[in-house]
């Protein structure tokens, strides 16, 4: 028999078909598995720490809209009111107290996204969450 006959041809059909089906059945089984991990909870895009790790990120965020926050207070202050030079030095001493705690908060931020850094990582024990 001649490999392009009707006879190797179904048989090499055949083959083919029995290898996608046992490929299908098998990702099939790989999925099923992993539906179960993710119903049991098992499965989470962070670890078995993904509260932790999630709460940790809130910690950082409500930090990230302070700073903000003290960011635009400290442009709302202005250099220039009129030409009273108490006005302008009582604003000079406003911005300077603003931007000194912006700094503080700015290192505190800068820490706990190290500290974050090193809880994610499986690293540190420590928390962020008061």
Do not use: C, W
Not at 9 to 32: C, G, P, T, Y
Not at 52 to 78: G, T
Request: charged letters at 35%.
């Amino acid at each position: 028999m001649h490999p392009t006959s009707p006879f190797f041809s179904f048989l090499f059909f055949n083959l083919e078909m029995k290898a996608h089906e046992d490929i299908v059945k098998s990702l099939d089984q790989e999925f099923r598995k992993v539906d179960k991990s993710y119903e049991t909870s098992e499965l989470r895009v962070f670890g078995e720490n993904t509260s932790k790790i999630f709460a940790e990120l809130d910690v950082i965020r409500r930090k990230q809209i302070n700073l903000a926050s003290d960011h635009v207070s400290l442009e709302s202050i202005q250099d220039i009111t009129s030409n009273k030079e108490h006005n302008t030095a009582k604003n000079f001493d406003k911005k300077q107290a603003l931007l000194k705690n912006l700094m503080e908060k700015l290192d505190d931020l800068t820490e706990s996204m190290d500290r974050f850094r090193r809880i994610s990582e499986g690293e540190g024990h420590d928390s962020l969450v008061q």
